[in-house]
């Protein structure tokens, strides 16, 4: 992971907690000791796994792979690719793209930006449009991106933030209570 992924994470944990409210029984927004009981502790546990839970899946699995995919868009011949082993997240292929119109592009796939795989071979041609998640490779259409699997992993991720909006909707209810 990252230390730009590292850092939205914890920011987002601490706007989430801030704005719900749900760090200040910890006292880690307050100045006042924490006062929760092991139960309001677990229950704050509980809603921090909830909400990391889909927060990274939505991160890695939906803008990291899917956004990138659907915003990768490449027509043209592979003339030349370069595989780096030694990244900091692991091998890198850089592709070296000529259009139609002679001109030529690089494209680099890195591991966890998987618009592409990072196998293709010199010389085949390569078709991808923007806003599909298929491509064509040599004419031939290549649907390589386990939806399947995406759907069920969205799906736990959807029912994580519903579990998270039912544990924090008492809160914010005792919360708009004590203000009127």
């Not at 920011?11 to 100045?31: E, H, Q, V």
């Not at 009981?37 to 921090?48: A, D, I, K």
């Not at 010389?123 to 390589?144: C, F, H, M, P, T």
Request: hydrophobic letters at 45%; proline letters at 6%; aromatic letters at 10%.
């Amino acid at each position: 992971m990252s230390i730009t992924t590292t850092l939205i994470i914890t920011a987002a944990f601490l706007l989430i907690g801030y704005f719900t409210g749900t760090l200040r029984p910890t006292g880690l927004l307050s100045r006042t000791p924490s006062i929760s009981t092991g139960t309001q502790q677990r229950r704050l546990l509980q809603l921090w796994f909830l909400i990391a839970i889909p927060f990274m899946v939505f991160w890695t699995f939906g803008y990291l792979t899917i956004w990138q995919r659907l915003e990768a868009e490449l027509e043209g011949t592979i003339t030349a690719r370069q595989d780096v082993p030694n990244t900091p997240h692991g091998p890198t292929a850089i592709y070296e793209i000529q259009r139609s119109d002679g001109s030529l592009i690089q494209y680099t796939v890195a591991p966890g930006h998987e618009s592409l795989p990072a196998d293709m071979p010199v010389g085949a041609r390569i078709a991808k449009q923007k806003w599909q998640l298929s491509y064509r490779l040599n004419g031939e259409r290549v649907d390589d991106l386990p939806l399947v699997f995406l759907a069920i992993v969205f799906t736990i991720a959807g029912l994580c933030l519903i579990r998270a909006a039912i544990l924090i909707a008492p809160g914010w209810k005792r919360d708009i209570i004590k203000e009127t």
